[in-house]
């Protein structure tokens, strides 16, 4: 068996289930404020947050420890437990706020890594609590390290292998053939409801207002559920599609993000109509205007 084949196992584990469920109600509960929640996606910053602050935490906690297996100065190691500890709150918030948007199999997964790493803070903090009494907590640092290195290990599964964080859509640029590709006849589309379409064999989703038209692909950027079965809100100037799956809101117009847990953009079409039938053409980047 591969080393990482017990970590395939834990997605499998429906014992994880019900307190997955527990939890989640409790963090999406905790996250009905719509602003706190782009906010700990990452929305602002285009990119998952947690990704982003936990290379900091973790590389503190793990400093730390190098620091202590080496023999150095318990000083330098105890301010980098502590920035490590200061970081945590928001790197620790981002992370259920991904996880409670996520698959059964990464919630699953992810349980885990949450509870592994709740045992290395502990660690860490009892290291500071007797280096406060005038001991050395080295051993605990060391502990707070290797159990770290399993946590970060559950974390990679969950990036890499399991995709949460991951961009969903942006292959699409890759996959559809260049050029305008035929999508449909403009007189078969439905007018004001988003319908599944294709731009060589790649998914779209094609919406028809009046004369206009809007083609986008149809995979979410989160987890890439199907956008054609989404709900379009707002007016004509500044309309949304929702993901039906966790609720991503993207502009129509440009495919960018309005609300996620989605942090990435969807991959937007140009659209014509030759001899009435609706022609697409992927555009290079998301917002970016027509070449």
């Known amino acids: 068996m591969q080393p990482f084949g017990q970590i395939e196992r834990l997605e499998r584990a429906e014992v994880l289930d019900r307190p997955a469920a527990v939890i989640r109600s409790t963090v999406q509960r905790l996250l009905s404020d719509r602003r706190v929640k782009d906010a700990l996606h990452g929305v602002w910053l285009g990119h998952p947050l947690h990704a982003a602050l936990v290379h900091v935490t973790l590389g503190s906690f793990l400093s730390a420890s ?3 297996m080496a023999g150095g100065k318990q000083r330098y190691s105890s301010g980098l437990i502590a920035t490590g500890l200061v970081l945590t709150p928001p790197t ?3 992370g259920w706020a991904d996880w409670s948007a996520s698959h059964p199999d990464q919630q699953r997964v992810g349980l885990v890594h949450a509870a592994t790493n709740g045992l290395a803070i502990t660690c860490y903090v009892g290291a500071l609590r007797r280096r406060a009494r005038g001991r050395r907590g080295r051993l605990l640092s060391l502990a707070g390290a290797a159990v770290s290195g399993v946590g970060a290990a559950l974390g990679g599964h969950l990036a890499y292998h399991l995709s949460l ?3 969903h859509a942006d292959r699409v640029r890759d996959l559809v053939p260049p ?3 035929p999508v449909a006849a403009l007189a078969d ?3 004001g409801t988003p319908v599944r379409r294709a731009a060589g064999e790649v998914p779209v989703f094609v919406l028809r207002r009046g004369g206009e038209v809007t083609v986008l692909a149809d995979r979410c ?8 079965g ?3 809100v707002g007016t004509d100037g500044d309309a949304h599609v929702v993901c039906p799956w966790h609720g991503s809101e993207f502009r129509l117009d440009d495919g960018c993000v309005v609300h996620g847990p989605a942090t990435a953009a969807v991959p937007r ?3 014509r109509v030759v001899n009435g039938t609706l022609e697409a053409r992927i555009v290079a980047s998301a917002g970016a205007p027509p070449a």
């Open 92 to 94: 620790v918030a981002a």
């Open 221 to 228: 950027p989160h987890l890439a559920g199907p956008l054609s």
């Open 66 to 68: 190098m620091i202590d």
């Open 179 to 181: 050029g305008w590709q």
């Open 189 to 191: 589309l439905p007018d």
């Open 165 to 167: 964080g991951a961009n």
């Open 269 to 271: 079409f140009e659209a």
């Open 230 to 232: 989404g709900e379009v």
